[in-house]
């Protein structure tokens, strides 16, 4: 970065400004880039995602830039978000497998099945062997209810992958959730064929038959589930779902034992702590009851988890409550349980038109949030100095490409880096000065006023910033504090023009008749041929009862005016 930077200082030196500009802009969106990744591994997504964003400003046909701006939006669960950089990225490396890919992925989790198979397709056809592409354009033929395609995608990858019982089991999943059960039975029926003691085959085979055939279909619910737990005694779904069919046939301490087992793996889930509640209160244990359900009602206060879980949670807590006397906490349990209720149908209904085909009942392993590890102190503090270190040389950046930017007479832009520059970095000296002078050559002389302010506080000793600030409060027409930050322009030496005929003008608003004559006549003598300089030292002549030179300055004025016409 030291040799790009330098070298795009040689561009500025020899006059090169354009090009000078096109490189500080790389150099950025590559900083920018590397702050995004280091903000991303901090966990600090928001400024992950403005980070992203200023890097794709800054280089915006990079589609490995766009890509990565993509990825975090992603993330993010900003969908939306990084269908734009997806589309921008596909248009400049149309056969990118990867880009259609998560192009599709994208458009899957927005819910337009069609434009997402239709980019999984172009996926496809650019690189055939790509399991994650078939599996998701298979799901993808799901959720349009496009079996027949689903099917043929889910056999081409048996055929190219080969017979193996995870790919059974995915497909086996795929098709349970589109509530195709009696396919996902023969796939998980399939996957037990090629290995009976394959990890999780027994658990989802009990699980479908649960799906298929309810409670008919309990026993051999059942022994799927026990099969699954004598392999893996510590697996929570083989726990929760033996004990949910022991439920089912009201073998209630089993089913409390199971249960527990379960909560003990997975402490933070409110289920199986609800299907405790009902164990409990049927075997009228309404204390144990009133705890295991206040447990889920905390682990699962609102609706979005299972809307109808929790409601009825609160309406067996009242129960229970009511049972052992607790009379009034009970109906407050009643009227929370109500309101859910209702809030539950009014959601139902709302959302009835958006539902997708799939996912109606999601297994709880689907539910659950996934929590990022803390990171190491070490690490973070390693990150963090980066971070530092970064926004420092952001900074830098942005000021250098303002001062290319001004030199190039694009003063909106070049305020804009100025600001960029401050932001990322307050203390930097000489941004003020900079973003005021950037604003005062725009022409923007308000917002000129803040920035040279603050530089002026920080650096009294800047006379060239106060004498601009003064010549901003004078086009702003503050002549008072004009005059007050100009005083000392008489005794400077200074041949500035400008900075005369601003004093002196703002002195004569002032009333002070012999300072205003004093300075114009400066003005005067430094551009004899600026009518204006004639026309307001006229003015401070007449005002200082000085009529005779006040009415030759005005002839000189008339005089001009036809020459140049200039007018005050």
């Known amino acids: 970065m030291a040799q790009r930077y330098e070298a795009a200082q040689e561009l500025v030196r020899a006059g090169k400004l354009a090009e000078a500009e096109t490189e500080l802009k790389a150099i950025l969106a590559a900083q920018y880039r590397r702050l995004t990744k280091t903000y991303v591994a901090l966990q600090k997504r928001e400024q992950g995602l403005e980070a992203a964003e200023a890097a794709a400003k800054y280089q915006s046909t990079d589609s490995d830039l766009l890509i990565e701006m993509a990825m975090v939006y992603l993330e993010a669960a900003q969908f939306n978000k990084a269908l734009g950089p997806l589309l921008k990225a596909a248009q400049l490396q149309p056969n990118n497998a990867d880009i259609h890919r998560t192009l599709g992925k994208t458009y899957f989790a927005l819910g337009d099945y069609e434009k997402s198979a239709s980019a999984l397709e172009v996926a496809l056809k650019l690189a055939p062997k790509d399991f994650n592409s078939s599996f998701t354009l298979a799901i993808t033929y799901l959720q349009q209810r496009e079996f027949t395609a689903a099917r043929r995608v889910f056999d081409s990858m048996i055929a190219e992958f080969g017979e193996k019982p995870e790919i059974h089991i995915a497909v086996g999943r795929a098709f349970r959730e589109a509530g195709r059960l009696p396919e996902a039975i023969e796939e998980f029926k399939r996957a037990i064929a090629l290995n009976s003691q394959f990890p999780g085959a027994h658990y989802n085979l009990g699980l479908a038959y649960l799906w298929n055939e309810g409670g008919s279909a309990v026993a051999n619910a059942e022994g ?58 049927e075997l009228q244990k309404h204390d144990q009851a009133i705890e295991v359900l206040t447990k889920a009602i905390d682990l699962n206060p609102n609706l979005p988890h299972n809307k109808f879980q929790v409601t009825t949670a609160h309406y067996r807590l009242a129960q229970s409550l009511l049972q052992t006397g607790k009379t009034e906490a009970g109906r407050k349990e009643l009227q929370v349980a109500s309101e859910l209720k209702a809030r539950a149908f009014e959601m139902t209904q709302s959302l009835s038109s958006k539902q997708s085909t799939m996912g109606a009942s999601r297994v709880p392993e689907e539910n659950d949030q996934k929590t990022q590890a803390p990171l190491d102190p070490k690490i973070r503090s390693e990150l963090e100095a980066n971070e530092a270190q970064l926004t420092k040389i952001i900074s830098a950046l942005h000021n250098s490409l303002g001062l290319v930017q001004a030199g190039r007479q694009n003063l909106t832009d070049a305020a804009v880096e100025f600001r960029l520059a401050k932001k990322w970095n307050p203390q930097q000296a000489g941004l003020d000065y900079n973003l005021g002078l950037a604003y005062f050559r725009a022409e923007s002389y308000r917002e000129a006023l803040a920035p040279l302010e ?62 205003a004559v004093s300075n114009l006549e400066i003005a005067v003598k430094l551009e004899p041929e600026n009518a204006l300089f004639h026309y307001e030292l006229g003015r401070a002549y007449t005002a200082a009862g000085r009529r005779e030179e006040g009415k030759r300055e005005n002839e000189t004025f008339n005089k001009l005016k036809k020459q140049t016409g200039q007018t005050p």
């Not at 800047?462 to 901003?472: D, E, F, M």
């Not at 002549?479 to 601003?502: C, W």
Request: glycine residues 4%; contains cysteine; negative net charge.
């Open 454 to 515: 603050s530089e002026i506080k920080a650096n009294p000793a800047n006379t060239q910033a106060r004498w601009l600030l003064g010549l901003s409060y004078f086009k702003t027409q503050d002549y008072s504090k004009a005059a007050e930050l100009l005083h000392d322009v008489p005794s400077s030496g200074s041949t500035n023009v400008e900075l005369y005929y601003a004093l002196g003008k703002a002195l004569l608003q002032q009333s002070d008749f012999a300072g």
């Open 224 to 281: 799927e589930f026990k099969i699954e737990l004598a392999a893996n005694p510590n697996d929570f779904f083989s726990n929760y779902y033996l004990g949910i069919t022991c439920i089912f046939q009201r073998k209630w301490e089993t089913a409390i034992d199971l249960l527990k087992t379960a909560s003990r793996i997975q402490p933070n889930n409110p289920d199986p702590y609800f299907q405790l509640g009902q164990a409990y209160q």
